[in-house]
């Protein structure tokens, strides 16, 4: 999928010079209309004050931001201290996904080198293989991963059949099967950015390396890691990002305690407990982590082209 | 030669990646087939989940939700795809200009903003401006967030094709209308095919934006899988995913052979003779 960054340059005129207004006008309508606009009306309501049974009213407060980082007691006549609860959330959503990019990289970027280094025939083949799952429904692959691993389901049932357990393992609702979701969610994220560099990798490289003796994993640390560096920066930024704000993993797996952003953020807008301004509070502020993660990833880009 | 690129143990891990991609796809696939009412018990082959499916007392549900779903994805690619394809000329075929770089971004916009953080946007503008949610909210969600997708694919065929072949058409006397049409359009559609084919998927695919700007009484195949399933897993449940995991396959492949197509594209084959 699309990194941000490179933008390929033009090709010559070839007669399209006088219809750019033309050709980019529904672009920039559809996109600024629907999703442009939106955001920086969210960006209002988050300064709103909260309508009961959903909506807002137009007075302008700081009380969405307030909620989020400030305690006050339960009856709101105590001095001011940090409010931990949500900054906890964030904190789990945070780990969460920087596990599941961990974990994503450890098998992602072996099985995209297997896959570059196949003979051309097979390679498409393996290919395939990986992109199919990447194009299946998330919500199908979410409730299939539960059904897999849910109290007595076939994972549990099996591990208790060949008595390597007695009793099921109780997988779902904790932060483990969240973490599964996540990783089995974005496997192929990281997976299909790292071939695309591998693939370009000149291997003489490693070649010129063995001639000089040095080993196999050195090689890899000291020559082929820096090298397609971007297409992991890639990867990780594909998945980590999609991880934070993650709705279905957390949701179906999870449980009251496992609870990430993207749930935090839906409550806000569901039936008559919700905080539309508090809601778009919390969007702004994921948002604004996200843009930091995509900032530095341009910049590692921009250093990586220079270099 | 080979030995540079073998790495012990990667062949192991590939293997790992796949069973972990597959397996809980492929045990709901067997257990749609389950003839027992049980999801936990094996009751012998049957295809009478994939018979509730289309007769059950959910099958009116469903159907009205695929039909949604169907429809709703149908218009949104192609829709997606026309402006991805117009975007791609002015990007690639125009040379330089101004707002080059801002056009780029505001395109791959879609792609660096978190879903759910599009789905909260897009329920306050529509709610704002007072659009009642519903059908038209879905479609022009949709169509938003399938620009990028469909653009990809688009664009890295337009760079393939030198602009060399137009060049020749417009020396000819072609009128730039037909330079397009004719050369252009021929040579650049296993892209917009494959572009088309993704926003399709995507669109089919959404759940997160499809739920918030849905509105009460709407439902797409996704929607309604999810509050099913938030009852817990029943087996009409793994048929429906079993189909939907076929459909995904189909296109997948498709595209796949569209792409293999396109590499012995005529472009290629004449710059090579």
């Given at each position: 999928m699309a990194a941000p960054g490179n933008?390929?340059?033009?090709?010559?005129?070839?007669?399209?010079?006088?219809?750019?207004?033309?050709?980019?006008?529904?672009t920039w309508a559809v996109i600024g209309i629907f999703m442009v606009l939106p955001v920086l009306l969210m960006a209002v309501y988050s300064f709103l004050t909260k309508e009961f049974r959903g909506g807002v009213i137009w007075d302008f407060t700081l009380a969405a931001y307030d909620q989020f980082f400030v305690t006050r007691g339960l009856f709101g006549d105590e001095p001011a201290q940090i409010e931990w609860t949500y900054i906890a959330i964030f904190w789990r959503s945070i780990w969460q996904a920087g596990l599941a990019t961990i974990l994503c990289l450890l098998i992602g970027f072996p099985t995209a080198w297997f896959i570059a280094t196949r003979p051309a025939q097979t390679r498409g083949l393996w290919l395939f293989l990986i992109t199919i799952p990447y194009w299946v429904n998330l919500l199908i692959r979410t409730v299939s991963l539960k059904?897999?691993?849910?109290?007595?389901?076939?994972?549990?049932?099996?591990?208790?059949?060949?008595?390597?357990i007695d009793g099921p393992l109780p997988l779902v609702n904790t932060n483990l099967a969240v973490q599964l979701g996540l990783f089995y969610s974005y496997l192929p994220f990281m997976v299909l950015p790292i071939y695309a560099a591998v693939e370009r990798y000149n291997f003489a490289l490693s070649e010129a390396a063995a001639d000089l003796y040095a080993s196999r994993w050195a090689t890899l640390r000291e020559i082929v890691l820096p090298v397609v560096k971007p297409g992991i920066i890639g990867g990780c930024i594909l998945v980590f990002v999609p991880s934070l704000g993650a709705f279905l993993a957390p949701d179906l797996l999870g449980g009251a305690k496992t609870f990430m952003i993207g749930s935090l953020i839906d409550e806000q807008f569901k039936g008559s407990q919700g905080n539309w301004p508090f809601g778009a509070a919390v969007a702004m502020i994921l948002m604004t982590l996200v843009l930091i993660v995509i900032l530095f990833y341009a910049r590692a880009q921009a250093r990586g082209v220079t270099r | 030669m080979k030995g540079v690129r073998h790495y012990p143990?990667?062949?192991a891990l590939t293997i790992l990646c796949l069973v972990v991609l597959y397996a809980p796809l492929a045990v709901v696939a067997v257990y749609s087939f389950n003839g027992s009412a049980s999801i936990t018990e094996w009751g012998g082959f049957s295809l009478r989940w994939y018979a509730d499916v289309f007769t059950g007392?959910?099958?009116?549900?469903?159907?009205?939700?695929?039909?949604?779903?169907?429809?709703?994805?149908?218009?949104?690619?192609?829709?997606?795809?026309?402006?991805?394809?117009?975007?791609?000329?002015?990007?690639?075929?125009?040379?330089?200009?101004?707002g080059r770089q801002a056009s780029f971004a505001l395109i791959n916009l879609p792609l660096m903003v978190p879903e759910i953080v599009i789905a909260v946007a897009t329920l306050i503008f529509f709610s704002t401006i007072g659009f009642t949610t519903g059908y038209l909210t879905i479609l022009l969600a949709h169509i938003t967030f399938c620009i990028p997708f469909a653009y990809l694919p688009i664009a890295a065929r337009l760079e393939g094709v030198e602009g060399t072949y137009e060049q020749a058409a417009r020396d000819l006397y072609a009128s730039r209308a037909q330079a397009f049409r004719l050369i252009l359009l021929p040579l650049l559609m296993p892209g917009v095919i494959s572009g088309w084919l993704l926003a399709f998927i995507i669109s089919l695919d959404d759940f997160i934006i499809t739920n918030f700007v849905k509105g009460a009484g709407m439902e797409t195949l996704p929607t309604a899988i999810f509050g099913s399933v938030k009852q817990g897993i029943k087996p009409n449940i793994?048929?429906?995913?079993?189909?939907?995991?076929?459909?995904?396959v189909l296109f997948v492949t498709a595209a796949y052979l569209v792409n293999r197509k396109s590499r012995q594209a005529p472009a290629t084959k004449w710059k090579s003779s």
């Amino acid at each position: 999928m699309a990194a941000p960054g490179n933008i390929p340059s033009p090709a010559s005129d070839t007669g399209y010079r006088s219809l750019i207004g033309p050709l980019l006008l529904p672009t920039w309508a559809v996109i600024g209309i629907f999703m442009v606009l939106p955001v920086l009306l969210m960006a209002v309501y988050s300064f709103l004050t909260k309508e009961f049974r959903g909506g807002v009213i137009w007075d302008f407060t700081l009380a969405a931001y307030d909620q989020f980082f400030v305690t006050r007691g339960l009856f709101g006549d105590e001095p001011a201290q940090i409010e931990w609860t949500y900054i906890a959330i964030f904190w789990r959503s945070i780990w969460q996904a920087g596990l599941a990019t961990i974990l994503c990289l450890l098998i992602g970027f072996p099985t995209a080198w297997f896959i570059a280094t196949r003979p051309a025939q097979t390679r498409g083949l393996w290919l395939f293989l990986i992109t199919i799952p990447y194009w299946v429904n998330l919500l199908i692959r979410t409730v299939s991963l539960k059904f897999l691993i849910r109290d007595n389901g076939p994972l549990n049932e099996s591990l208790m059949g060949i008595g390597l357990i007695d009793g099921p393992l109780p997988l779902v609702n904790t932060n483990l099967a969240v973490q599964l979701g996540l990783f089995y969610s974005y496997l192929p994220f990281m997976v299909l950015p790292i071939y695309a560099a591998v693939e370009r990798y000149n291997f003489a490289l490693s070649e010129a390396a063995a001639d000089l003796y040095a080993s196999r994993w050195a090689t890899l640390r000291e020559i082929v890691l820096p090298v397609v560096k971007p297409g992991i920066i890639g990867g990780c930024i594909l998945v980590f990002v999609p991880s934070l704000g993650a709705f279905l993993a957390p949701d179906l797996l999870g449980g009251a305690k496992t609870f990430m952003i993207g749930s935090l953020i839906d409550e806000q807008f569901k039936g008559s407990q919700g905080n539309w301004p508090f809601g778009a509070a919390v969007a702004m502020i994921l948002m604004t982590l996200v843009l930091i993660v995509i900032l530095f990833y341009a910049r590692a880009q921009a250093r990586g082209v220079t270099r | 030669m080979k030995g540079v690129r073998h790495y012990p143990g990667f062949l192991a891990l590939t293997i790992l990646c796949l069973v972990v991609l597959y397996a809980p796809l492929a045990v709901v696939a067997v257990y749609s087939f389950n003839g027992s009412a049980s999801i936990t018990e094996w009751g012998g082959f049957s295809l009478r989940w994939y018979a509730d499916v289309f007769t059950g007392p959910e099958a009116a549900r469903f159907g009205q939700a695929a039909w949604n779903s169907l429809t709703l994805a149908l218009m949104a690619a192609t829709t997606a795809t026309a402006i991805a394809t117009a975007a791609a000329l002015a990007m690639l075929r125009a040379g330089p200009f101004r707002g080059r770089q801002a056009s780029f971004a505001l395109i791959n916009l879609p792609l660096m903003v978190p879903e759910i953080v599009i789905a909260v946007a897009t329920l306050i503008f529509f709610s704002t401006i007072g659009f009642t949610t519903g059908y038209l909210t879905i479609l022009l969600a949709h169509i938003t967030f399938c620009i990028p997708f469909a653009y990809l694919p688009i664009a890295a065929r337009l760079e393939g094709v030198e602009g060399t072949y137009e060049q020749a058409a417009r020396d000819l006397y072609a009128s730039r209308a037909q330079a397009f049409r004719l050369i252009l359009l021929p040579l650049l559609m296993p892209g917009v095919i494959s572009g088309w084919l993704l926003a399709f998927i995507i669109s089919l695919d959404d759940f997160i934006i499809t739920n918030f700007v849905k509105g009460a009484g709407m439902e797409t195949l996704p929607t309604a899988i999810f509050g099913s399933v938030k009852q817990g897993i029943k087996p009409n449940i793994m048929a429906i995913s079993t189909l939907m995991l076929l459909v995904s396959v189909l296109f997948v492949t498709a595209a796949y052979l569209v792409n293999r197509k396109s590499r012995q594209a005529p472009a290629t084959k004449w710059k090579s003779s």
